[in-house]
């Protein structure tokens, strides 16, 4: 099970962090990350992250996002920095792994003045 928090309203040039909690039993072999879908297109790959710490961040947001990982407390954060409305979706937490294919119910975040 994942759970997202920490979207909400922000202004452009303005910052959030978003937090996801996994919980269950989970192979240490696995990747997280952040998926997103914004009204009216397909969800996408924002960010991900393995256990042995290898990053991939979709263009649109390198430089402006940042991807972490606690293995121990089994989270996954993103934070997102200069966001602009362009950024205005829902995030979706996804773990997947051997058998597993898991992803939250999302958090919203809106970017607008």
């Known amino acids: 099970r994942l759970v997202e928090s920490g979207g909400g309203l922000v202004q452009p040039g303005g910052s959030l962090s978003l937090s996801c909690a996994a919980s269950?039993?989970?192979?240490?072999?696995?990747?997280m990350g952040w998926y997103r879908q914004a009204p009216g297109k397909e969800r996408e790959l924002v960010a991900e992250?393995?256990?042995?710490?290898?990053?991939n961040y979709a263009g649109s947001v390198k430089g402006r996002f940042t991807i972490s990982r606690d293995n121990a407390k089994k989270m996954v954060y993103l934070q997102m920095n200069n966001l602009n409305p362009e950024d205005t979706a829902v995030y979706y937490c996804r773990l997947y792994s051997f058998g597993i294919n898991a992803w939250g119910k999302g958090t919203l975040v809106t970017v607008s003045s």
């Open positions: 269950g039993s989970i192979s240490s072999i696995n990747t």
């Open positions: 992250m393995n256990n042995y710490g290898g990053i």
